[in-house]
C-alpha cells in the first residue's frame, strides 16, 4: 500500500484539535480586529490633522502605513499559530514554523503538520482568507475616502482659480 494512503487512512478527526483551530481562529480574528481598529484610529487622526493641508503624495503615505499596519497585523497572527505549532512539537524550530504558517495562512502550502494536527492547516488557510477579506474592506475603503478628499480639493483649486479675478483686468 502507498504511503500516502496509509497515512490517509489512519488519520481521525480529534475533538482537542477542532477546540485549539477553535480557539486559534477566535485569537486570529480577535487581534485581526484590534489590529484593523488601530489601523483605521491612526488613518483617521492623519486625515483629521492633514485635512486642508494634504497632498497627493501624503495620501499616499497614509495608505502605505495603512498597508504596512495590517502586514503587522497579519505577522503578529502568523507568530501566534507557528508558536502553537512549536508548543506542540509539530514544528522543528519557530523559523520553520513561521515560514510554512505564512505560506499557509496565504493558502500557498500544505502538509507540513504532523498527522496529528492536519485539521489546523485548513483552519490556517481560512483563518489568512477571512483576515484578507477584512484587511481589503478596510485598505480599500481608506484608498477610496483618500481618493475622493484629492478629488474634491483640486475641483476646489480649479474653481477658485477660476473665480478669482485675472491679473490683467
Known amino acids: 500500500m502507498n504511503e500516502f494512503l496509509e497515512r490517509d487512512l489512519a488519520y481521525v ?48 503615505g497614509i495608505l502605505i502605513l495603512a498597508a504596512w499596519m495590517i502586514v503587522v497585523t497579519n505577522l503578529v497572527e502568523v507568530a501566534v499559530w507557528a508558536g502553537f505549532f512549536v508548543w506542540q512539537h509539530a514544528q522543528p524550530n519557530a523559523f520553520t514554523a513561521f515560514y510554512n504558517a505564512v505560506l499557509n495562512y496565504t493558502t500557498l502550502q500544505a502538509g507540513y503538520l504532523p498527522v496529528r494536527w492536519r485539521l489546523l492547516e485548513g483552519l490556517l488557510g481560512m483563518a489568512g482568507l477571512m483576515t484578507a477579506a477584512w484587511s481589503t474592506g478596510v485598505w480599500f475603503n481608506a484608498a477610496q475616502q483618500l481618493l475622493q478628499e484629492s478629488l474634491t480639493r483640486e475641483r476646489e483649486k480649479h474653481r477658485s482659480r477660476a473665480s478669482a479675478p485675472s491679473k490683467d483686468g
Not at 477546540?19 to 489590529?35: A, D, E, K, P
Open 13 to 60: 478527526i480529534r475533538l482537542d484539535e477542532v477546540l485549539w483551530g477553535s480557539l486559534l481562529l477566535g485569537i486570529t480574528l480577535f487581534i485581526h480586529g484590534v489590529g484593523l481598529f488601530q489601523t483605521i484610529r491612526v488613518i483617521s487622526v492623519l486625515l483629521g490633522r492633514t485635512e486642508h493641508t494634504r497632498s497627493g503624495y501624503e495620501d499616499m
